[in-house]
């Protein structure tokens, strides 16, 4: 039986018998990892509530024999209070945490990854633009090392111009080549500027009338790479009925399976 304390950011929380619940963190130092957290869900719990969804922690845990460890402290570095008091923070920033709960691997390190959605939480939690989940979603596929090529043609080489996008080829297409989906200079402009450091500039700019098609884009290139729809994604095409003083549940809380 080992002790560890570890930085970590709630991926997600489902339900555990009676009083308990699993958590999903990812850490600075061991990566994705399981743990129960005994008796949180009871009133009287000491540190149930810093273990809600995207809050950055340090954690404190002993692995036992089995696959989840057991969480035994848990201190609140940043809750991103903005986050949780504004519907499209909170789902937008569910689908960041959702699409690393899916690319992470169980207990690899990998620091990286774990800076990366810490400074795209606090950005978010600053500034509630689509722009900065669409970011996340570049860059994230970057690290996965799935970037999109959006220099040439991915079909023939071809420096340009480009009118389309195809996400199973993951990247852009010439005039001669076209099919997937049609894709505008200037949304192709704004890609090719987040993914070379000039996220700041694009927030400050706004994007302009690309900006709509850059989210989309970049969420189709995160769903074909983890080959699936993002829960998270769907609860934000609902996002504008939804009560100001209601957060939607974005994380599976209640769900009984433990992959995912």
């Known amino acids: 039986m080992s002790l560890y304390r570890d930085h970590a950011v709630v991926l997600r929380t489902w339900k555990l018998g009676e009083a308990d619940r699993i958590v999903s963190l990812h850490g600075h130092q061991h990566g994705k990892v ?24 340090v954690v404190q845990m002993y692995r ?9 402290q848990v201190e609140t570095v940043d809750r991103f209070a903005a986050l949780r008091d504004d519907p499209d923070r909170f789902v937008m920033a569910a689908a960041m945490v959702e699409a690393v709960d899916q690319v992470a ?11 990366m959605v810490v400074r795209a939480l606090r950005t978010l939690d600053q500034q509630g633009s689509p722009l900065v989940l669409a970011a996340f979603f570049l860059k994230l596929l970057a690290h996965e090392g799935v970037s999109p090529r959006l220099d040439t043609c991915v079909s023939c080489d071809s420096p340009g111009p480009f009118e389309a996008f195809d996400p199973l080829e993951g990247g852009v297409l010439c005039h001669d080549c076209r099919r997937g989906r049609a894709i505008s200079a200037e949304a192709l402009a704004v890609v090719q500027q987040i993914l070379c450091g000039g996220l700041a500039t694009v927030l400050a700019d706004g994007a302009g009338d690309a900006a709509d098609e850059v989210q989309q884009l970049a969420t189709l290139l995160m769903e074909t790479h983890l080959e699936r729809r993002l829960r998270s994604v769907a609860v934000m095409d609902r996002v504008p009925s939804v009560p100001r003083n ?3 549940s974005p994380v599976g809380e209640g769900e009984s399976r433990t992959s995912g």
């Open 246 to 248: 209601q957060k939607p």
């Open 64 to 72: 036992g024999r089995g696959d989840l460890d057991t969480i035994t």
């Open 34 to 57: 399981r743990a129960v957290a005994k008796g949180v869900r009871r009133t009287r719990s000491k540190f149930g509530a810093r273990l809600e969804p995207f809050s950055h922690v």
């Open 105 to 115: 691997q169980d207990r690899e390190p990998d620091p990286d990854l774990h800076v």
